[in-house]
């Protein structure tokens, strides 16, 4: 039997264990006795005086959201010699750094892991060689760092930088002109900082306060039971659903009309990434339980013309073709409970924050060298989407037919 122990702050609030039985694998978490009601690993395991151990045949989801993917995870396997399907292993090796308050560490350890010094914000605001920057930090970068996704990055203490790759030129502008669009429709959005060159973004993480403590974060895949392996599964209307599940009541309404917002927003930049591990809530209690800003959203069309949205819109609308606008604003009024005079006004806020958005990438193309063609191109596709939005309901269909597959990689 392998156990790591779990830690929020300076407590060690838990065990985490596996063990191989002759029925398969088994994973169990036990809370520690002294262990308060904050003291939680996961929403989805909270305990009771009756139940403070949770058992698992399957590596637990809110466990596998921290665990590195893409080009890192491959760095790791192969640096470590991990076998790719041992997560405990990675868990292991990764879960003294994460994003998130909840650390796991070999016992004996006590949580003092070292985390990567990263460039000042200004220093990457006036950086012209981000990508020769970024592959310093990565030549001297220890590994043990537990953050999701595809896209190169490094934790900081109080910071992400993300890099763009030969694959997808211009990810880290394309990202930053993504959240200028959702900041002008009103959501919020991590403070971050673009490099000169636009190659580089510094997002601050939403996790920590201003005091320097950690709130708890968790993906919708994990509050879904889902993982890295099924983040392109279910539908939006079911994640809308999930989430709000776990919302305090005096916010559900709220974190329904947000996520309703940011679905038609994602359609209508392009974005085919968004995922179910690109949204999540921060919590510090089962009462205390928030959206985090939103995040990593890019306009992927630009890099892959026939892609299509991440998820479907809903299981009774089970299309992976981008949506009209008539099934979007049915979709409104089924999981995010508003009534037409509310969707029409959040549709004209969504399409006006586009259009707003196509000023930032004009200017954005003119000041960054060798962006202006990718610019140009992200600025045809959204005002012909805004363009047809903006029609009278009813009056376009998706293009193409309803496609499940996904393309091999991901931005």
């Not at 838990?14 to 088994?26: D, L, M, S, V, Y």
């Not at 971050?192 to 709130?215: C, E, N, P, T, W």
């Not at 309404?253 to 179910?276: F, Q, Y």
């Not at 069309?301 to 026939?306: A, K, N, V, W």
Request: charged share 25%; aromatic share 8%; glycine share 8%.
């Amino acid at each position: 039997m392998r156990t790591l122990a779990a830690w929020i702050g300076a407590r060690q609030v838990g065990a985490f264990a596996e063990e191989h039985e002759a029925e398969g694998t088994r994973y169990t978490f036990d809370y520690a006795p002294a262990a308060a009601e904050g003291d939680l690993v996961s929403l989805t395991m909270v305990p009771t005086e009756a139940t403070r151990r949770f058992q698992m045949r399957t590596f637990p989801p809110p466990f596998d959201m921290i665990l590195p993917e893409g080009e890192r995870r491959q760095r790791i396997e192969s640096a470590r010699k991990i076998l790719p399907t041992d997560a405990f292993s990675l868990l292991s090796y990764v879960g003294g750094n994460p994003v998130n308050r909840v650390k796991f560490l070999p016992p004996g350890q006590s949580p003092t892991a070292d985390v990567p010094q990263l460039p000042a914000p200004a220093e990457i605001a006036s950086c012209r060689n981000g990508l020769e920057m970024f592959q310093r930090l990565i030549a001297d970068l220890d590994l043990r760092q537990g953050i999701a996704g595809v896209q190169p990055k490094v934790l900081g203490q109080t910071h992400i930088l993300k890099a763009s790759s030969g694959r997808y030129p211009f990810l880290a502008a394309n990202e930053y002109a993504c959240a200028e669009v959702f900041s002008a429709a009103g959501l919020e959005v991590p403070e971050a900082q673009l490099s000169a060159d636009g190659q580089l973004l510094m997002v601050r993480r939403f996790d920590i306060l201003a005091d320097g403590s950690l709130l708890g974060f968790e993906e919708a895949a994990a509050l879904m039971g889902e993982t890295a392996e099924s983040k392109y599964r279910r539908d939006y209307g079911s994640m809308i659903d999930a989430m709000a599940r776990f919302s305090p009541p005096a916010v559900e309404d709220e974190i329904r009309a947000r996520l309703i917002k940011a679905v038609v927003l994602n359609c209508l930049i392009g974005n085919g990434d968004a995922h179910l591990k690109n949204f999540g809530v921060l919590y510090s209690t089962p009462m205390d339980v928030r959206l985090t800003p939103f995040y990593d959203s890019v306009s992927t069309l630009p890099y892959l013309p026939d892609d299509v949205p991440a998820l479907a819109l809903s299981y009774d609308h089970y299309s992976k073709a981008w949506w009209p606008r008539e099934e979007l604003e049915r979709f409104a009024r089924d999981h995010g409970r508003l009534r037409d005079p509310v969707i029409a006004e959040l549709f004209e806020s969504a399409c006006e924050a586009v259009v707003q958005g196509t000023r930032v990438l004009k200017k954005m193309g003119s000041a960054i060298p060798g962006f202006a063609d990718l610019a140009t191109h992200m600025t045809h596709i959204w005002n012909e989407r805004v363009g047809s939005f903006r029609k009278a309901p009813g009056g376009g269909r998706p293009s193409g037919a309803t496609r499940r597959r996904r393309p091999a990689s991901r931005a």
